[in-house]
Nanobody, 126 residues
Framework: QVRLAESGGGLVQAGGSLRLSCVDS????????TGWFRRAPGKEREFVAA????????DYANSVRGRFTISRDTAKNTVYLQMASLEPEDTAVYYC???????????????????WGQGTQVTVSS
């Protein structure tokens, strides 16, 4: 019922900005948590950010806090990841994920999420 699709990735120079979008084409309206994860070349997938149903509670990995902003447009079934001051270390495939539950402690764990998108490539040049 939940079908996630990421978009907005691309090539950007260091210091630039990108905005990623995650659309739930299944148009699910029940409360849920949405997270962003990323997988860099040669590394395991890691947590980036998460947001609750109402958009009032957010969480960020230390590596992106202050540079990335996660937000939600409930009417459009869309979650955004605004990325600023991008660094080459941010180069990765970015994934969005969703679960119908909420847990402050578990939302950083990929096993917490039930649904995943296909990912979108972000490449930051030096």
């Amino acid at each position: 019922q939940v079908r996630l699709a990421e978009s907005g990735g691309g090539l950007v120079q260091a210091g630039g900005s990108l905005r990623l979008s995650c659309v739930d084409s299944g148009r699910v309206v029940r409360p849920y948590t949405t997270g962003w994860f990323r997988r860099a070349p040669g590394k395991e997938r890691e947590f980036v950010a998460a947001i609750n149903w109402s958009g009032t509670d957010t969480d960020y990995a230390n590596s992106v806090r202050g540079r990335f902003t996660i937000s939600r447009d409930t009417a459009k079934n869309t979650v955004y990841l605004q990325m600023a001051s991008l660094e080459p270390e941010d180069t990765a495939v970015y994934y969005c994920a969703a679960t119908p539950t909420r847990s402050r402690q578990a939302e950083r764990n990929e096993g917490f999420y039930d649904y995943w998108g296909q990912g979108t490539q972000v490449t930051v040049s030096s």
